[in-house]
DNA sequence: GAGAGAACTGCAAACGTTTGCACAGAGGAA
DNA sequence: TTCCTCTGTGCAAACGTTTGCAGTTCTCTC
């Protein structure tokens, strides 16, 4: 039903390939012509069929955003609403579509060779809990350029990412503290497995270097049992620490309250920080400081690095870290 | 680079048609044939062009998924992300791919109208706050099927819809409070002006008239300082509340701070149910009672009904409501 | 007033599929 | 034997674009 270009031609009276010529301003093309074939399109309500122009040309015009369903627990939903908002933003100026595909609800990143292989997408950002060795293989392969959401493990391949800075953010959170007069920070992470700990351990350990810290330690809160025994320990004495800093904001709820039941006082006795700024942070009590990054800044990025690739043809990989802030609030206002 | 069907054809001696018919299974081809084409398949590492595929059959086996990033506050995030993946999933099942599109990143719908003109998806999902009178033309004259997430205002139009069941999830808060020994529960809203907190609003009503409750109360919390005039007035006693329902989690939150800051006790004196069931409400202090729902079902049923229109031709409009449940936490146990 | 380029336009092939039509051969039934 | 129905396959057109090549007309330049 809809118009084609060939039922501009006939109404106008010249060849469909002046019509395309037109509308690519891929020719030179008299005015007159130009007029009238403008005329036309606007009457017939024409618009370009995507597939068809896909088909010739070989690229799609769209990106493929992989999701990691896996992880939907609500601390990456915020992180994640406004990146891929903000990718489908830039992807939309550069006259781009994204096409979002859940990695977990495949077997065998099969959703994502689909992608590849079958909707012929022009770019791809994943993040890196989804990138296999035979995913980035797949993609070099056919040259498809892609993003990795998150620092890769191994720098070893030719891989273009992006991810929020956390050493740093590591760094500022222990300046932070100490600025705030507390004298001895402990950093609670959930694992020590994941490279974002890595390096949020790496950035703690090294300010803490800096500062002739007496024991900068690292702990792995990975349960509530965990959570509880070191506030008992923090109590008792056991465990010297006058602050602590969060790898994440479940921490850093669990371990306030921990706190707050055993008698000890937020920000007084103990003060906390935590990474990411989870939008309830600012009601808790006492409010909670935070690392904070600008998440939508990081799709952002991301997109345009993609794009770098895509348009710019950019072959040297590219990497970069979104930078971190400290937001002060009450639980770390001694 | 890719192989083709023409490539398969060559090496296996056939014609296209007969690859095209293995593939789609459209027509009674020998075992020996298939069995042959199918190992061609294989070691070609053949993949459909789903772009050729699209252009002579007509469907792109793509839906276009909407998003209100005008709306990205928090409290939509965790909504929006069990949503889009419970989507996507249903998509992926039935073969169909998502295409995301930002409606506010751009003026005039142009984005949707281009999913719908140029990407000629099959079937489109969309927030009801971005469904214009002039998209439901395109998409009604362009017979391109579509669902929208939240019960439109007027209902004189053929339009499939889903939402939450926000009178149900209303009367059910203030039957929860009831049962919990609460006798005069009020009702905290942002506005009287959507739609869900109309439908919220009226279930609380209904189930106020129906216990003879003396005065049934709405007021409206937009704004921190209205918030604090109404905790001053329950505290005076000049409004006459025991409990309150709080619209969404935001206001709870606030009027949570606001009553301890008065010294006065939840849930001893005053009850609190909050919409929403935002992760963080149980690690409130007291945690946080909540009405629930279920956004993945809810991005389920919604694909649900959009393939019955795309697949099963589905013509007489419907909507479905997903059931609300009440999670009891501190805040109402008096 | 001839030759050269520039400006403008058309023809037809190509992109990778699907599908209506046709046809050959096989296997019965009459 | 003749006719009919199936099964299996090929031919060629079609989907809506883009684009290399070639052709025509026009405008200069000398």
């Not at 390939?17 to 509308?23: A, G, K, N, P």
């Not at 068809?52 to 990691?68: K, Q, W």
């Not at 929020?164 to 507390?182: F, I, K, P, T």
Request: hydrophobic fraction near 40%; proline fraction near 4%; charged fraction near 20%.
């Amino acid at each position: 039903m809809a118009a084609t270009i060939k039922d501009i031609a006939k109404k106008v009276g010249v060849s469909p390939s002046t019509v395309s010529r037109v509308i690519n301003g891929t020719a030179s093309i008299s005015e007159e012509t130009k007029r009238k074939i403008h005329q036309a399109m606007k009457e017939l309500d024409y618009h370009p069929n995507s597939f068809a122009r896909s088909l010739v040309n070989g690229n799609t015009f769209i990106i493929g955003l992989v999701i990691d369903a896996g992880n939907s627990d609500s601390f990456s939903n915020a992180f994640f609403v406004r990146s891929v908002s903000a990718i489908e933003t830039v992807a939309q100026t550069k006259g781009y579509n994204v096409l979002i595909t859940n990695d977990s609800s495949s077997e065998n990143n099969n959703a994502v060779k689909n992608l590849v292989l079958e909707r012929k997408v022009d770019g791809i950002i994943l993040p890196v809990q989804c990138m296999t060795q035979e995913l980035v293989e797949l993609m070099l392969n056919h040259q498809i350029p892609f993003v990795v959401m998150g620092e890769p493990e191994q720098h070893n391949q030719k891989i273009f990412w992006i991810d929020m800075d956390n050493a740093e953010g590591a760094r500022l959170a222990v300046e932070h503290l100490l600025s705030q007069n507390y004298k001895c920070p402990i950093l609670l992470a959930e694992s020590q497995e994941t490279i974002f700990e890595k390096k949020r351990s790496a950035g703690y350990i090294e300010v803490c270097r800096r500062h002739q810290i007496a024991h900068p330690m690292v702990f792995a809160c990975d349960s509530d049992e965990k959570v509880r025994v070191l506030t008992e320990q923090i109590a008792s004495g056991a465990v010297q620490a006058d602050s602590v800093i969060c790898a994440n904001n479940i921490i850093a709820f669990k371990v306030l309250r921990a706190l707050k039941n055993k008698g000890i006082n937020v920000p007084e006795s103990i003060g906390i920080i935590a990474f990411d700024n989870y939008p309830l942070a600012e009601y808790l009590e006492p409010a909670l400081s935070v690392v904070d990054i600008d998440t939508y800044k990081l799709g952002e990025q991301a997109a345009n690095i993609l794009f770098g690739q895509i348009r710019d043809k950019q072959v040297t990989p590219s990497s970069a870290l979104i930078p971190t802030q400290i937001i002060a609030r009450e639980s770390t206002g001694k």
